[in-house]
């Protein structure tokens, strides 16, 4: 079982990976840092049932952020508000990266994919995990993960022929 000092670790290490990564998703500051901090209380809360024979700490985390964020997409009031012409830049990825303007757009691209798309290609790429990390966190078989990703990186490989601009 985690206790105090694990989590607060966990947090000092995992922190911003997991907040970049919510962001990504839900595209809000506020909502992100929210969510971010929902993650670890839900993980404080859970702790008992971290069993690091079936994944890493920062696979589990991720897990929880990964479910956290699609029961707040679930929210109908969320899908009220939320449409392409109020759908936010996403800048603390596009700062990371050499060339803002094309990546904006690459992730403005991204964003017309499914959720699950969304899900995969933001864990394999800009958080860096392994796939077979992300079929811990969402369950699935390793081999269908990576048949999802290449699909998924297919899908926004076409999306991004004739769509972006020098």
Same mark, same amino acid.
Not at 15 to 30: H, I, T
Not at 58 to 76: E, G, S, V
Not at 81 to 105: D, I, K
Not at 110 to 118: S, V
């Given at each position: 079982?985690?206790?105090?000092?694990?989590?607060?670790?966990?947090?000092?290490?995992?922190?911003?990976?997991?907040?970049?990564?919510?962001?990504?998703?839900?595209?809000?500051?506020?909502?992100?840092?929210?969510?971010?901090?929902?993650?670890?209380?839900?993980?404080?809360?859970?702790?008992?049932?971290?069993?690091?024979?079936?994944?890493?700490?920062?696979?589990?985390?991720?897990?929880?952020?990964?479910?956290?964020?699609?029961?707040?997409?679930?929210?109908?009031?969320?899908?009220?508000?939320?449409?392409?012409?109020?759908?936010?830049? !996403?800048?603390?990825?596009?700062? *990371?990266?050499?060339? =803002? @303007?094309?990546?904006?757009? &690459?992730?403005?691209?991204? +964003?017309?994919?499914?959720?699950?798309?969304?899900?995969?290609?933001?864990?394999?790429?800009?958080?860096? !995990?392994?796939?077979?990390?992300? *079929?811990?966190?969402? =369950? @699935?078989?390793?081999?269908? &993960?990576?048949?999802?990703? +290449?699909?998924?990186?297919?899908?926004?490989?076409?999306?991004?022929?004739?769509?972006?601009?020098?």
């Amino acid at each position: 079982m985690l206790d105090h000092s694990d989590l607060v670790t966990a947090f000092e290490q995992y922190n911003e990976l997991l907040y970049k990564y919510v962001y990504v998703r839900v595209g809000e500051q506020d909502i992100a840092e929210e969510l971010t901090q929902d993650v670890f209380l839900k993980a404080w809360h859970a702790r008992s049932r971290f069993d690091p024979r079936k994944a890493s700490l920062k696979t589990w985390l991720f897990a929880i952020a990964l479910n956290t964020i699609r029961d707040h997409l679930r929210n109908p009031k969320i899908h009220a508000e939320l449409n392409e012409e109020t759908a936010p830049v !996403l800048e603390s990825v596009a700062q *990371a990266v050499e060339h =803002q @303007q094309l990546h904006e757009q &690459i992730l403005a691209l991204m +964003h017309t994919l499914r959720p699950i798309d969304q899900e995969l290609l933001t864990l394999r790429y800009i958080n860096e !995990l392994s796939p077979r990390e992300i *079929a811990i966190i969402a =369950q @699935q078989p390793y081999g269908v &993960i990576k048949v999802r990703l +290449h699909r998924a990186l297919t899908k926004l490989r076409n999306l991004c022929h004739g769509n972006l601009e020098f």
